[in-house]
């Protein structure tokens, strides 16, 4: 039992969804080996057969898929041929999963405890007592402060964090050799990612336990994982030393990756900042102000005598947006991103304070006189999914201006070239385009009017990393052409300091900072702040200057 | 918990409130019908000094609301009046006592049925998932379905008692002459109302637990290393169940809706065939208090369900 | 799986189509043509078995079978048609305004379909009967109203996820109106669920004029339809089973055919 032992070794594995008389196939002769005490990272876009690998591994392949040929070694032993009794002997006790979405993951109907203690039972013998320390031991080595607390709760009662270390707790708990991490972080914010993964090193540090992390993110792989592999299209593009592969990439995919990926902190040591180079906005007037701005979010009473109730998002925000330039707004889920954008466009009623549009104030409840326009994250639920893209782009034009039929369809014509889609588009429902080209067709659908502010709520937030940097570099294009003021709502702070000029920055709903990009990024004032660039640059695995 | 408990009052609060609504609406209902109601209830010769007694006796002189108070205080008693198709000479409440023990044991065999017939099968059923059987499954539950409950019973009139000579058609035998006979006799409309029933059971249950089956705890727990069989029984079954449970109430207020018509084919002397004669007699005292009845019997239904759900679903326990 | 559960359940579906074109076939012919008068009574053929010139017999008052289930069952549908688009139609405007606007108005509608509800529908529709008398009219006009509160909450419950979306927050942006919204924009999108309940609907319309026909309190003689032929066959079924399987099986394949076109439906199919 060296250092060097293999632990997993898989052989030219190709795994297949039969679909009608020929078979998809989604992971296509992979080969790779997890060594003993090593973290290795798969990268790979969604739908590059990442998953169904580690699934593959587990023995818990959806039902509808086939092995086609290959062979899965763990320590000498063809998982595939073991006979099931076996199997099941090793799943959870030797090798062990973190699954994508612990809320999902999770029977909803059982306590957190008893399920982590579930995974216990089943492979170690022991008095009722002794599970239930071990399982609160277990609990608080995934830093879970509060064991006790967090073994009587249920799923939907922690936070998504705290979900996450409880699904770590369960797959450490019997003391697994390999613990298959999918996707462990995607669903949380900037800093409990960088927490998360910081615990897997420290598990993987302490326990010389091996772990195959699975992730879309390069950062994610490149700060955690000692050997990494680029899956596309279920084939491994890549693979090597973590450092040396993204640092001099072999393959065209991996270069692509490696420039998609956020500029900000990816060469080395030094910094770059690729803000927006317009300088001319500084020239321009306020095209909007926000002062002192109350948001609210009406609560339903209780009944029908119940009393109105609203909660109080946006503390007293004030901010004024300059022609011509992009202001960026970052924060985590729940800072109340959102809730700003809906009421600087109208959508959230319930508010206090003003708004001006060009000098023409619009209080409380009254109309917008020059109407902004939003691009929302996800593009399929913001283009109705019964209506052509063709129909869509038209409707605001049969809604705010007076253009003949002709003028409106040369219009459309006209529009849809611009984001990049040609005239076929027109004719298709949203469900047939790609998620890329719905993000372009709702980014049509918002200029088509000649607005001159458009709010972008997490415009690539649901895009793959090369989708990503097209879609950015459409808005680029789209704002220099018809000078458009944006206003750019993320909690990706890689991606907004790709694009903004200034960045605001919210939390628990009260604007702490706002200024230049350059300014925010070298000399941050609030301690927040400071956590927030410093929780994206450790996950580069870089220091702050 | 505490919360828990300001929850369940805030529940039986409604749940007298829907009880109150209710009754305003049974009672309000049957005070649109034309006609002199004392003249319905004594019959075309009766003398003006009978009608006039008849109405103060009956507080008709009074205003609405004094009315409704009037028949609440005897409807929470028990006590709705005499039924006029009896000649005033029969107790409502002894009337609908009669005929509620025949409709009960009615209700309470085919819920038996239905519940004994459709676990089993359900679960039988999406333990074996192939296309053809899928196939078949919804063919058959969409069938037995489609037929009529009242149909079904006169197909099991024709066959088991005229062809097969199971059991005598129309011949009933009373719980208390013999209770053995009464059984054998009621067997034959519990399942004419439960078959359709065990269909729709059989396919939620089904559909239900494959749902789950392929959720992502599912897969959780096979990571574990459980075996299929305890995953069904300690991760599905429960969550599945959350669906059914809906239904199973639903399908106990079908139940005694459904006993109306196939009474009526069996010739069983319960509430449905005695609503059904009240309505062509228009006697009306006799329809509110079955109507009254029924309803209240489904809104407590309702009621323990929600409560129910409470207790296995954590989700909806607020804190 | 998709592909397989799609695959196998074509087969029901077609059958479902099959069936329901048949039915409506029987009922469609049977508003211009019958072979006998279905109303005239012959002495001389009371309670005869199925043969040649009357395939599925004759009833006890010597009435040819076969056109009384042709007439009779259009009696029925066009019933259960008027009732579907009576529940329907109101449903969907109370669901729709109800879902979009919520408020108080949302609350007060609500608690009486929850009361509505609580009442077993046959149960409802007997009161109704017994207020205002037997007959065509009355049913249709009972059980039209009975059926608004299921449409209205189906409807309100899509409207009340569907108005979250971000395509009807884009909608309001781009400057629409709320009954643009509301029947332009969101109701189009409740047609998945709701074109299969519109088919369950008439099932259900089906089964129930059946029910309160059967039980003498629908459709009046000598008129036919199902329900009451079947309440009239019942007391003939040990001489003359025919009678009672015609009708009753006329109901069976009618909402068997509609309701595998709706499952059908719901999976996506067609």
Same mark, same amino acid.
């Given at each position: 039992m060296g250092k060097d032992e293999t632990l997993l070794c898989i052989e030219d594995l190709t795994i297949g969804f039969p679909t009608g008389k020929c078979v998809k196939r989604v992971v296509d002769h992979i080969s790779l080996e997890v060594k003993k005490g090593e973290i290795l990272g798969i990268l790979g876009e969604s739908g590059s057969g990442k998953t169904i690998t580690a699934l593959a591994v587990m023995g =818990? =392949?959806?039902? !509808? !898929?086939?092995?086609l040929r290959g062979r899965i070694q763990y320590r000498g032993r063809d998982l595939l041929t073991l006979e099931e009794g076996e199997r099941r002997r090793l799943r959870g006790a030797e090798i062990s999963m973190v699954y994508q979405d612990p809320m999902a993951s999770f029977n909803p109907l059982l306590t957190v405890g008893a399920q982590v203690e579930e995974m216990l039972r089943l492979h170690a013998k022991h008095t009722q007592e002794e599970y239930r320390a071990l399982t609160l031991k277990a609990l608080k080595e995934v830093g879970l402060t509060e064991p006790l607390e967090v073994y009587h709760r249920y799923p939907h009662q922690l936070s998504g964090g705290m979900r996450q270390r409880a699904m770590l707790a369960m797959a450490i708990i019997a003391g697994p050799k390999l613990v298959l991490a999918d996707e462990p972080t995607t669903a949380l914010d900037v800093t409990t990612q960088g927490k998360i993964l910081q615990l897997l090193r420290e598990l993987n540090e302490k326990y010389g336990m091996s772990i195959v992390l699975i992730s879309h993110d390069l950062r994610v792989i490149q700060n955690t994982c000692h050997r990494a592999i680029v899956m596309k299209d279920g084939r491994i593009v890549e693979a090597g030393m973590t450092q040396e592969l993204f640092a001099r990439p072999q393959t065209k995919y991996t270069r692509q990756l490696v420039a998609a990926a956020p500029r900000l902190f990816s060469d080395g040591g030094g910094l770059r900042v690729t803000c927006a180079k317009n300088t001319s906005y500084k020239e321009q007037r306020e095209i909007f102000t926000i002062q002192n701005l109350n948001v609210f979010y009406p609560e339903k009473g209780s009944g029908l005598l119940g009393k109105k109730r609203r909660k109080q998002v946006i503390k007293n925000a004030n901010i004024s947006v300059l022609q011509g330039e992009t202001l960026g707004i970052v924060g985590e889920s729940g800072s109340g991103k959102s809730t700003l954008a809906k009421a600087i466009v109208g959508l959230n009623r319930e508010i206090e304070g003003v708004i001006k549009f060009n000098d023409v104030a619009a209080k409380g409840k009254g109309e917008l006189a020059a109407r902004p326009q939003m691009v929302f994250q996800d593009p399929f639920g913001s283009l109705n999914p019964t209506k052509k893209i063709g129909w869509l782009l038209e409707e605001p034009l049969k809604l705010q201006t007076n253009l003949s039929k002709k003028e409106r369809i040369a219009r459309v014509r006209e529009m849809i070239r611009q984001v990049g889609l040609t005239y076929e588009f027109l004719e298709r429902y949203p469900s047939q385009l790609s998620g890329g080209q719905r993000q372009r067709a709702a980014i049509a659908a918002a200029l088509i009017v000649n607005p001159k502010l458009v709010i972008l709520d997490e415009p690539v937030s649901s895009l793959d990393v090369t989708i990503q940097a097209q879609i950015l570099r459409l808005l680029k294009e789209l704002q220099d052409k018809y000078s458009l003021t944006y206003l750019f709502i993320s909690h990706d702070l890689n991606v907004v300091f790709q694009i903004c000029n200034r960045v605001c920055v919210l939390y628990r709903g009260e604007i702490i900072e706002i200024k230049e990009a350059q300014e925010l990024l070298y000399r941050p004032q609030h301690e927040y702040t400071k956590e927030l660039l410093e929780s994206a640059m450790v996950k580069m695995g870089n220091r702050l200057p | 918990m505490q919360m828990g408990m300001k929850g369940t009052v805030k529940k039986i609060i409604s749940l007298l409130m829907s009880l109150f609504l209710t009754s305003i609406l049974t009672f309000t209902a049957f005070q649109v019908i034309p006609g002199d109601s004392a003249l319905i209830a004594l019959g075309m010769d009766a003398t003006e000094e009978q009608l006039e007694e008849y109405r103060e006796e009956m507080g008709l002189n009074k205003s609405l609301p004094m009315r409704f108070a009037r028949w609440l205080k005897g409807a929470l008693k028990g006590d709705f009046g005499y039924s006029s198709q009896y000649q005033m000479q029969m107790k409502v409440s002894t009337l609908i006592g009669d005929r509620l023990t025949v409709t009960l044991w009615l209700a309470a065999l085919s819920f038996c049925i239905i519940v004994l017939v459709s676990f089993p099968l359900g679960i039988l059923n999406a333990r074996n998932r192939s296309g053809t059987l899928d196939s078949l499954i919804t063919l058959v539950t969409h069938f037995f379905m489609a037929v009529p409950p009242f149909f079904l019973g006169m197909i099991i009139t024709l066959l088991f008692g005229i062809i097969l000579k199971w059991f005598t058609p129309g011949n009933y035998v009373s719980p208390e002459e013999d209770f053995q006979r009464f059984l054998r006799f009621m067997i034959f409309p519990a399942i004419a109302v439960a078959v359709p029933k065990i269909a729709m059971l059989v396919k939620l249950l089904r559909s239900s637990l494959l749902r789950e089956m392929g959720l992502d705890y599912v897969r959780t727990a096979k990571g574990k290393g459980m075996t299929d069989t305890s995953i069904l029984y300690r991760h599905i079954l429960k969550n599945a169940l959350i669906p059914v449970i809906t239904f199973l109430a639903m399908i106990l207020a079908d139940i005694l809706a459904g006993t109306i018509l196939v009474e009526q084919v069996f010739n069983l002397p319960g509430l449905g065939r005695l609503l059904v004669s009240s309505i062509a007699n228009r006697d009306y005292a006799v329809v509110q208090a079955i109507v009254l009845y029924i309803a209240s019997v489904v809104i407590v239904i309702n009621f323990l369900v929600d409560l129910l759900y409470q207790w296995i679903d954590p989700r909806l326990r607020k804190d | 799986m998709g592909k397989n559960g799609g695959s196998t359940y074509d087969f029901n579906f077609i059958l479902g189509l099959l069936l329901t074109s048949l039915v409506l076939f029987i009922v469609f012919l049977g508003f211009f043509y019958t072979p006998y008068d279905p109303n005239k009574m012959e002495a001389a053929l009371i309670n005869k078995p199925p043969s040649l010139s009357h395939p599925l017999g004759t009833d006890n008052f010597g009435r040819d079978i076969l056109s009384r289930v042709m007439k009779g069952a259009g009696t029925t549908y066009v019933i259960a048609a008027a009732i579907v688009c009576i529940g329907a139609s109101l449903g969907i405007l109370v669901g729709a305004l109800t879902g979009y606007f919520g408020g108080w108005f949302d609350e007060v509608v609500m608690r009486l379909n929850d009361v509505l509800t609580s009442f077993p529908s046959i149960l409802l529709a007997l009161v109704f009967v017994s207020l205002f008398g037997p007959g065509s009219y009355n049913i249709v006009f009972a059980l039209g109203l009975l059926f608004v509160p299921s449409y209205a909450r189906l409807v309100r419950g899509e409207f009340i996820v569907l108005k979250e979306r971000d395509f009807v927050n884009n909608a309001k942006l781009m400057g629409a109106g709320s009954l643009r919204i509301i029947f332009v924009h969101i109701l189009p999108n409740t047609r998945r669920v709701l074109l299969p309940s519109l088919l369950i609907g008439f099932n259900n319309a089906v089964l129930a004029e059946a029910g309160l026909s059967y039980l003498g309190l629908g459709v009046q003689p000598p008129d036919a339809s199902l329900g009451r032929m079947l309440s009239e066959a019942q007391g003939y079924l040990l001489d003359s089973p025919w009678y009672a399987l015609a009708p009753g099986l006329m109901i069976v394949l009618t909402v068997l055919g509609f309701s595998l076109v709706s499952g059908g439906l719901e999976n996506g199919q067609g």
């Open positions: =818990l =392949l959806p039902a !509808a !898929a086939r092995i | - | -």
